[in-house]
């Protein structure tokens, strides 16, 4: 059976380099738009010292528009996977902590969040969901190779991807 050439898994890259893209971009806006909601969202985790709920309330779409920017450029897009894993693998905790306390909140995962009646949280859902953008991470992390990069630009890409030099073929 051929082996999909390296131009392909590229293109898949880069569908994936866009797509994760856009969960950060989409997401940090919202929550930075309004920067009332992303605290109580937070707060309602009931995780962290009343000191400290400003600061990560703040910082948290800094840093996802931050990843989103260098996504979209396709600029250090290894070192954005290994950050967009991290994130994504505290942010499932969390939730899954939240769910395990029994709390009834919304994750503020795309702005809102909160205090929710219970019976409309959907934990087992925003883990998959995220579960998801983690596949999506962790393809970059390991083939960050895309087209359209500034990595790409930059000739990055030829030592982001060793394997993708040969055909296949025996040489």
């Known amino acids: ?3 999909p050439s390296p131009r392909v ?3 898949i890259g880069t569908l994936v380099r866009f797509g994760l893209a856009a969960v950060w971009l989409v997401s940090g806006w919202l929550k930075i738009s309004d920067a009332g909601q992303t605290y109580i969202a937070v707060k309602a985790y009931e995780l962290l010292p009343d000191g400290l709920i400003g600061p990560v309330a703040t910082t948290l779409p800094l840093l996802e528009l931050a990843l989103g920017l260098m996504l979209i450029a396709g600029f250090g897009t290894r ?25 009834t909140i919304d994750c503020g995962c795309f702005g809102g969040g909160g205090q929710v009646a219970a ?26 190779s895309t087209l359209f990069s500034v990595d790409g ?9 060793p394997d993708d030099s040969s055909d296949g073929k025996a040489s």
């Not at 630009?153 to 030592?159: A, D, F, R, T, V």
Request: proline fraction near 5%.
């Open 79 to 103: 070192l954005a996977g290994i950050g967009s894993i991290v994130l994504l693998v505290l942010l499932i905790a969390v939730i899954a902590q939240s769910w395990a306390r029994g709390l």
């Open 119 to 144: 019976g409309q949280t959907q934990y087992p859902q925003e883990i998959a969901r995220d579960t998801g953008f983690l596949l999506l991470a962790v393809w970059l992390t390991l083939r960050p």
């Open 1 to 3: 059976m051929p082996k």
């Open 9 to 11: 898994f590229d293109l």
């Open 153 to 161: 630009w930059l000739g990055w890409n030829s030592k982001a991807a």
